[in-house]
């Protein structure tokens, strides 16, 4: 299932078509995008392509809620996730059903990313061991890691995990949505798995910037907003070791150092990171209400 807001038609259509020879179905979930985006459905037959139109943009974890719901309802057998932006490799569905064939216990499993932005393939995977945060490389291709958590973009989950863990926490809006339901089914004995043969172009952020010598994703301030305040109500909620918590705290304490201090629009981003983790104090969710422009 995809889930778009916004996109771009072309990249959004090249998506579709790199998807439809490794899927059954697209179940395409739109978050009130212009109406000259729907154009795209005409282009493959219903049965291929099932778009679900939203009268507003009701966050991702909502709009993957649709999605998920349409799929298991017709008898889908895994559901992956997809962000509109995404271009996964042909061969990126089959990598990732042979890691989950591969481990009986296995959540989901995802895949390693690459940013034609910097021109390098990259690794989201991470495990928590023995009081630090491994990086977990790919110099092996055919490696398989077990992870804490993954991107949900390029995320293929099992029907009956998704009816025994659970949907997406809806009211995280964005942000941390997928890592709350990584840590959800780990609480329930299930593991998460990184295939390092699975190969999907994907972006984080709006631009890479450098900062220190060193590439970072640069997202809009209000992206911010929900990263601090889903990051209170996750350590608030989840079940998770405290040193784990310790770690997931300090690195987005990191994080909000580099923005505050470092970064153009550094006020803007205090003032987001700040206010996030005072309404994630004070247990608020949904979406931010922002001032209007005059």
């Given at each position: ?156 989950i099992p029907a009956p995990v998704l009816r025994t863990v659970g949907l997406m926490r809806e009211d995280f809006f964005i942000d941390w949505v997928d ?27 709006d631009k890479v910037i450098r900062v220190l010598g060193k590439e970072i994703s640069l997202h809009a301030p209000w ?72």
């Amino acid at each position: 299932m995809v889930v778009s807001y916004g996109s771009d038609p072309e990249r959004l259509a090249a998506q579709f078509e790199r998807l439809l020879p490794q899927v059954a179905t697209i179940v395409w979930v739109d978050n009130a995008s212009p109406a000259s985006l729907r154009q795209l459905q005409s282009r493959w037959p219903a049965q291929r392509l099932q778009a679900i139109w939203l009268d507003g943009n009701l966050g991702i974890g909502a709009a993957q809620n649709k999605g998920i719901a349409w799929a298991l309802e017709h008898g889908a057998s895994h559901v992956l996730l997809m962000d509109d932006d995404s271009l996964p490799a042909p061969d990126m569905v089959r990598r990732l059903l042979e890691a989950l064939d591969a481990h009986p216990q296995a959540a989901a499993a995802g895949p390693r990313h690459f940013d034609p932005r910097r021109g390098v393939a990259r690794t989201p995977f991470r495990r928590f061991q023995r009081g630090r945060l491994r990086t977990l490389e790919c110099s092996d291709a055919q490696r398989v890691w077990e992870v804490d958590d993954l991107i949900a973009s390029g995320c293929l989950i099992p029907a009956p995990v998704l009816r025994t863990v659970g949907l997406m926490r809806e009211d995280f809006f964005i942000d941390w949505v997928d890592i709350e339901w990584c840590l959800r089914a780990r609480a329930l004995g299930y593991r998460v798995f990184g295939s390092c043969a699975a190969l999907l172009e994907h972006t984080l952020g709006d631009k890479v910037i450098r900062v220190l010598g060193k590439e970072i994703s640069l997202h809009a301030p209000w992206r911010h907003y929900y990263q601090a305040r889903n990051l209170v109500l996750v350590l608030r909620s989840c079940r998770v070791g405290r040193m784990a918590k310790i770690h997931m705290a300090l690195r987005q304490l990191k994080r909000f150092l580099v923005f505050s201090t470092l970064v153009p629009g550094r006020l803007a981003y205090f003032r987001m990171w700040v206010k996030g983790g005072v309404h994630g104090w004070q247990g608020r969710t949904g979406p931010l209400v922002l001032p209007a422009r005059d």
